[in-house]
């Protein structure tokens, strides 16, 4: 995944209503978003705290974001700010990765049963298990992990990957087996694009999982012309359907710098909302999915984070080593 977006300036109120949510962004509720953006933003100050915020969260939790990204840059962004809270709107392997990259510091997550199926399709032991399995085959298989895993998966995993990194990873590690875990998905799209023997865990994301490429096909009948943008956590054949296949960041990029006035965005709705907002002159279709994880996380919880400290992130100190080694080494591989 790439850098996080720094957040620069007020997206107005008006601007939900493109969100084309009826009932949801009232004006009402633009007047209850606005009191709780000022008393986040007094808290912040108050606690030395800065909000780091998932693509995928809500467009008013946007608006009380320091930095919005993708998962690792947004941990990235954690380490060099000066301040010594880290609030993390998104769910809970994402809030561990910032605690893996800034261990001294305290990060807090607005709602722990923030979850993730994909993280929780693995875990550590069973990886190993099946490590030492398939070793007695293959003596040079290693570990590859997307960082959509938890912090004990990350301990044991050789090298991590993001989505827009991972077929270079898997291209420059010195062996020729290897154990992608835990994308079924994503090991698909990497090893259509590598020589080497991808062995896939048998773990998805039900959010990309259940997009169909009928939903595509529709679209593109419907809107002829669009340019589709395919996240690679998706099904092989809904991959096969897309212009472009890109990371949540990367999407965002090609979105602004393509010359097409109008993309289809496959992949968690929150996205394609993020580019309504952010940028007004494209058209965004969406073939999207909600995450309820990423969902939990609300203005009402950030505030309520700040006030009372909880929930924090733990991660024992071994753990957070060895996980950011399995990073570092994806620094330096791709
Ligand atoms: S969208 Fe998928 S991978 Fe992302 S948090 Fe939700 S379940 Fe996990």
């Not at 590598?194 to 490429?213: E, F, L, S």
Request: glycine share 4%; aromatic share 6%; charged share 30%.
């Amino acid at each position: 995944m790439d850098a996080g977006t720094e957040k620069g300036g007020d997206i107005l109120f008006e601007q939900f209503q493109a969100l084309g949510q009826p009932g949801v962004y009232t004006e009402e509720r633009c007047d209850e978003i606005r009191d709780l953006v000022a008393e986040i933003t007094a808290l912040k100050r108050e606690k030395n705290a800065i909000v780091l915020a998932h693509n995928y969260q809500r467009p008013e939790i946007f608006e009380v974001a320091d930095f919005v990204g993708d998962s690792l840059g947004l941990a990235k962004r954690g380490v060099d700010v000066t301040e010594d809270t880290i609030v993390f709107c998104g769910v809970h392997f994402m809030a561990e990765t910032a605690k893996i990259m800034s261990p001294d510091k305290r990060v807090i997550i607005p709602d722990a049963r923030a979850g993730c199926s994909l993280a929780e399709s693995v875990d550590a032991d069973a990886l190993v298990a099946r490590r030492d399995e398939l070793r007695r085959t293959y003596p040079d298989l290693k570990i590859v992990s997307y960082v959509n895993t938890t912090a004990e998966v990350k301990a044991v995993t050789d090298v991590c990957c993001t989505s827009s990194n991972a077929v270079q990873v898997v291209e420059n590690i010195d062996s020729q087996n290897i154990l992608f875990c835990p994308d079924e998905n994503l090991a698909s799209y990497v090893a259509a694009n590598t020589k080497k023997h991808i062995i896939a865990w048998n773990g998805n994301c039900y959010v990309h999982h259940q997009i169909r490429p009928e939903e595509i096909r529709r679209a593109r009948e419907v809107n002829p012309g669009i340019k589709v943008i395919v996240h690679p956590e998706c099904r092989a054949d809904v991959i096969a359907e897309a212009d472009e296949v890109a990371s949540t960041s990367g999407m965002i990029e090609f979105a602004k710098n393509d010359a097409a006035g109008a993309f289809l965005i496959v992949t968690e709705c929150g996205l394609s909302e993020r580019l309504l907002l952010e940028v007004p002159d494209k058209k965004f279709y969406k073939a999207c999915q909600l995450c309820k994880y990423m969902k939990m996380i609300t203005l009402e919880r950030t505030r309520d984070a700040l006030v009372t400290g909880r929930d924090e992130v733990d991660v024992p100190r071994d753990i957070c080593d060895n996980a950011r080694l399995s990073i570092e080494r994806m620094f330096e591989l791709s």
